[in-house]
């Protein structure tokens, strides 16, 4: 059995699909978004994350790992030469080092999802895989809903829409719910932002949409980035041509957690702000009701 990477199972989810699920979250995407929420979902392989803030220059890792030195007080890592073999954590007293992501099997997290079934019945839930981008581990993606909807447990995957039109329609196929993201309308944003054309993105919505699948459309709004009256206004032009053919929209103000993840992955944030604020998302849901478009704002 195929075995996928994943960096987090989260219990008791509440704003990842209908009443209380399971979030899987999985490690790689093929989109480079400047504002990205999850950092260390990005690459596809393990890695390691240190927090500098907690590291009291003991010498304890230094002396197992060759990639680790200190410099001018500063403990460094070699990125070249790091396994990510955790050697640093096991050493560590203060919890400053984190191996991110762990090989599963899809029958050994759904072990870990069956706990809850029984939340799962009384709320109307179930498993919700994310990440990164579930497309990007499309087989083993599919075989984990698969398994789980065998299993009596309702399915959903959040996505970029960037996987392949085989992946979305196997998805479908099995009865999944796609909280599908949308970042903007304009391709040659889309692109500046995440690194990406949209093109196909927004095909594999209209095709999931010509399909009758079940979506929610989820707008990730960030502050100076893709949130112009012109950017809203495309947006709301392109929710109403297609009202009726998904189950609802709703904003994702940007928050700055992404910002502590990527320093302590070793990368420069490329977009810092504070977390949106009452007076934005007023903003953003007085332009869409100006196009009198219905729009929800996610907690």
């Known amino acids: 059995m195929k075995k996928g990477i994943i960096f987090n199972i989260q219990k008791f989810c509440l704003h990842d699909g209908d009443g209380i699920r399971t979030c899987v979250f999985l490690k790689g995407c093929?989109?480079?978004?400047?504002?990205?929420?999850?950092?260390?979902?990005?690459?596809?392989?393990?890695?390691?994350?240190?927090?500098?803030?907690?590291?009291?220059?003991?010498?304890r890792c230094t002396g197992i790992c060759t990639a680790r030195d200190v410099k001018n007080s500063v403990l460094t890592t070699d990125s070249k030469t790091c396994v990510r073999c955790g050697k640093c954590v096991d050493v560590c007293l203060n919890d400053a080092n984190e191996i991110i992501g762990t090989e599963k099997t899809a029958s050994e997290i759904l072990d870990e999802v069956m706990k809850d079934k029984m939340f799962y019945d009384t709320s109307g839930g179930g498993l919700t895989v994310t990440g990164g981008e579930p497309s990007?581990?499309?087989?083993?993606?599919?075989?984990?809903?698969?398994?789980?909807?065998?299993?009596?447990?309702?399915?959903?995957?959040?996505?970029?829409?960037?996987?392949?039109?085989?992946?979305?329609?196997?998805?479908?196929?099995?009865?999944t719910t796609f909280l599908y993201d949308i970042k903007c309308i304009d391709p040659v944003l889309h692109r500046k932002l995440t690194g990406s054309d949209n093109s196909h993105i927004m095909e594999n919505l209209q095709y999931l949409m010509d399909r009758n699948a079940d979506i929610i459309i989820r707008i990730p709004l960030i502050p100076g980035c893709n949130d112009s009256d012109k950017d809203i206004s495309l947006l709301a032009e392109f929710l109403n041509k297609n009202t009726g053919r998904y189950r609802y929209a709703e904003i994702m103000p940007y928050h700055n957690l992404g910002t502590g993840k990527s320093e302590k992955l070793g990368k420069t944030p490329q977009y810092i702000h504070e977390n949106a604020g009452e007076a934005e998302i007023s903003r953003?849901?007085?332009?869409?009701?100006?196009?009198?478009?219905e729009i929800r704002v996610s907690e």
Do not use: M
Not at 286 to 291: A, K, P, S, T, V
């Open 136 to 175: 990007y581990q499309a087989d083993f993606t599919l075989e984990l809903l698969g398994l789980a909807k065998n299993s009596g447990i309702s399915i959903a995957v959040e996505t970029c829409g960037a996987g392949t039109l085989d992946f979305y329609e196997s998805a479908a196929d099995l009865g």
């Open 30 to 59: 093929p989109l480079r978004c400047v504002w990205c929420h999850n950092p260390e979902s990005i690459e596809k392989e393990i890695s390691l994350s240190f927090d500098k803030t907690k590291c009291s220059l003991c010498g």
């Open 284 to 293: 953003w849901c007085d332009l869409f009701r100006q196009h009198k478009t």
